[in-house]
């Protein structure tokens, strides 16, 4: 049997560990693929905000589908229409010297 140093001999389990920890981050592979899974993950997260916002702008063309009041005051304020006799105020700001 060949005769190993002693150093090996009762480390070798954690020198083992050491080659593979040393193998994984050292492979360009092994980095790009931690690159993608963050990259899947920030995906995951716009989608994840995006389908937050479709459910809100669902919810608000349903309510102006429903609500005759709500679409009224959306028409107002985007338009700016006025319902008869009433008055628009604009206020000017004034320039300062």
């Known amino acids: 049997m060949i005769d190993m140093p002693a150093f090996v001999r009762r480390h070798w389990l954690l020198l083992l560990m050491a080659l593979l920890v040393v193998s994984l ?10 690159s993608r899974k963050r990259a ?3 995906a995951q ?3 994840a ?3 937050d916002e479709i459910q809100l ?7 102006l589908q ?4 709500v679409y009224e005051a959306e028409v107002r304020k985007d338009l700016g229409y ?11 700001k004034a320039k300062r010297p």
């Open 57 to 63: 702008m669902k919810q608000k063309i349903d309510r």
């Open 49 to 51: 905000a995006m389908n």
């Open 45 to 47: 997260k716009s989608v």
């Open 40 to 42: 899947i993950q920030e």
């Open 66 to 69: 429903t609500r005759s009041s």
């Open 82 to 92: 006025l319902r008869p006799g009433e008055k628009e105020i604009r206020f000017i």
């Open 25 to 34: 981050f050292f492979n360009h592979n092994f980095r790009a693929t931690l």
